[in-house]
């Protein structure tokens, strides 16, 4: 396990928000890892920045990966190395938090994400 608790910003927790109402989703675990995947795809690293765990939405690793957390974990080593990065539990940690935070900033972002529809169609041609 790379990290035990995700906390995200409060501006994340509303743009999440807006993504679940979108889309219909309801879980904020399903919507994460779609941001997760989608910046992964970016194939650059995310802006350093401070994240600020400042909001009441917190998941545990397990809800954030389920039963598919050593392929999101695979993923994250996959990308370490590919970046040229150590792949510490620290260093994973760090970029796993802002992966989601960028992921969900794209995704929200988009005026393509419209609906459930919209979201399915980026998985598939994406």
């Known amino acids: 396990?790379?990290?035990?608790?995700?906390?995200?910003?409060?501006?994340?927790?509303?743009?999440?928000?807006?993504?679940?109402?979108?889309?219909?989703?309801?879980?904020?675990?399903?919507?994460?890892?779609?941001?997760?995947?989608?910046?992964?795809?970016?194939?650059?690293?995310?802006?350093?920045?401070?994240?600020?765990?400042?909001?009441?939405?917190?998941?545990?690793?397990?809800?954030?990966?389920?039963?598919?957390?050593?392929?999101?974990?695979?993923?994250m080593i996959a990308w370490c190395k590919k970046m040229g990065l150590s792949t510490d539990h620290e260093t994973m940690a760090k970029y796993i938090k802002m992966h989601i935070e960028r992921g969900i900033s794209y995704l929200s972002g988009t005026n393509f994400i419209k609906d459930l529809n919209s979201l399915l169609k980026l998985g598939v041609l994406g």
Request: glycine share 6%; charged share 25%.
């Open 1 to 75: 396990m790379i990290l035990k608790q995700i906390r995200l910003s409060n501006r994340a927790k509303e743009r999440l928000s807006r993504l679940k109402g979108r889309t219909g989703i309801k879980n904020w675990n399903v919507l994460c890892r779609w941001a997760y995947c989608y910046s992964l795809k970016e194939n650059t690293v995310p802006t350093p920045e401070n994240i600020d765990g400042d909001s009441n939405l917190e998941m545990s690793w397990y809800t954030f990966a389920g039963e598919y957390s050593d392929l999101y974990e695979a993923l």
